[in-house]
């Protein structure tokens, strides 16, 4: 069994740099899932950078906007996969949600990351999660901000909850969340 | 006397679920003293949701948007008293300034905050507070906003500071602040 | 060599002021660096309030709001020199582009930092940074709060990186970033 890894932050706290590092010294074959859909020119410019510096260090590259757990799924021969992020995952789902003109919950959410999560326990190797930090700002006064920010934390809680290490990564340095905090008075 | 623990963290962290979860394993007989006022439908919805998941675990409820002290001196009889959350009666005493047409500013907030601590301490049980953090975004453009950010982190200050225990949730998990680290170079 | 020291946080979290006691437990003769300029009234009146109460314990003040490796090197008879904050001298780089018509970038602000960060290991005191943590609320619709957002982060991993000792405050208490966690799978 693989050991399942979460590593949240906030924006440009080092949590990709450091996902990358810690997959490239389990193995020399890794595979990074990019859950980004290419936007605008300047998420293009963002991917495209992103992926240059992942090719000079030979990760192989899928770009799976939705079906994370299939990704999962088909790529066993690799001894570290790196979902890269899950935040835009969720963002994702939203825009699917929206085009399809029907409504996505905390609840829908948190059985598409058990579906994830599944496939992560099934995978041989290891499998990394970079999620982001979005709830310690101002409320947002847009409603869709704000169902994202709900779907975003919910799917962190879950995804969290059944990894076997959680890193929050703070000005590019990483501070272990312990499990070892017992729920008590 | 009771200890006195405050839970912070972003939106959707596992919060309140934290906090109640301990409040549970303290006493059967709890009190939830809920600050959020019902402003609209969306609250309203949060508001029902969340009071139904704890009616089924046989907590006993108390609004109160203001009186925070008051309502924690009036509760005794409980073993444990949960106030969710700080935060939003921050909103409240700003929204009845606003009505008053007076300012508040982080001097008062603190005044309010040593009188909530006092009645804490006062209590025979332990007392926990769940809060927010809202000041790791972008400066808000709003000056409404700009100074809810500010009292906010103030009462989040006046109040950590005196609590026998602080902890931080992150992705659901509880992070503990130890007060260990001394202030030195 | 004088050791370096980073305080992050958000706002109001209780940076400056922990940062100001540190240094004041150092050396009775401390210099601040207030990168703040004077902007707008609402501004002013923060400036005011801060320098009355370092004031009162005989601070010695310098105002740079963009060479701060210079104002550091400038005040190598103090042993205790205090930057506040980071965050304040990104926005300053920024509006100086601004005006020059020029772009920054991440590379840019990096490069600035090291320079910062060189000036800070000469020093033969203490030398403290106080930054913001501006990247855990939702992503600003703003492209310059985004761009923002990305230098200020780079600049806070650069800063890490380099120092000794990295805090994080949370409602107003210290949280010790440790370095021993290392990257690995």
């Known amino acids: 069994m693989g050991k399942v890894i979460l590593v949240t932050g906030g924006s ?4 990709s740099s450091w996902a990358q590092k810690t997959a490239e010294s389990i193995s020399p074959r890794r595979v990074f899932i990019a859950t980004c859909p ?14 240059q510096s992942r090719d000079e260090k030979n990760w192989h590259t899928i770009e799976e906007p939705l079906d994370i757990a299939g990704a999962i799924d088909s790529s066993h021969e690799f001894p570290a996969a790196l979902v890269d992020c899950l935040t835009l995952w969720i963002n994702n789902l ?3 949600a ?25 995978h041989p190797g290891a499998v990394l999660f970079v ?17 994202y920010r709900d779907l975003a934390g919910r799917c962190n809680q879950v ?15 990483p501070l272990e969340m312990s499990r070892l905090t017992a729920v008590s008075g």
């Open 98 to 122: 929206e085009k399809e003109n029907t409504a996505i919950t905390e609840t829908d959410v948190a059985a598409e990351c058990r579906r994830v999560i599944d496939a992560a326990k099934r």
């Open 159 to 173: 995804i969290a909850e059944a990894c076997d290490r959680v890193v929050l990564m703070i000005s590019g340095l």
């Open 94 to 96: 939203m825009y699917r």
């Open 38 to 51: 290419v936007i605008d020119d300047e998420m293009r410019e963002r991917i495209r950078k992103h992926r």
């Open 12 to 15: 440009r706290s080092g949590k």
């Open 131 to 147: 999620t982001n930090e979005v709830g310690m700002g101002i409320i947002p006064e847009n409603a869709q901000a704000r169902l």
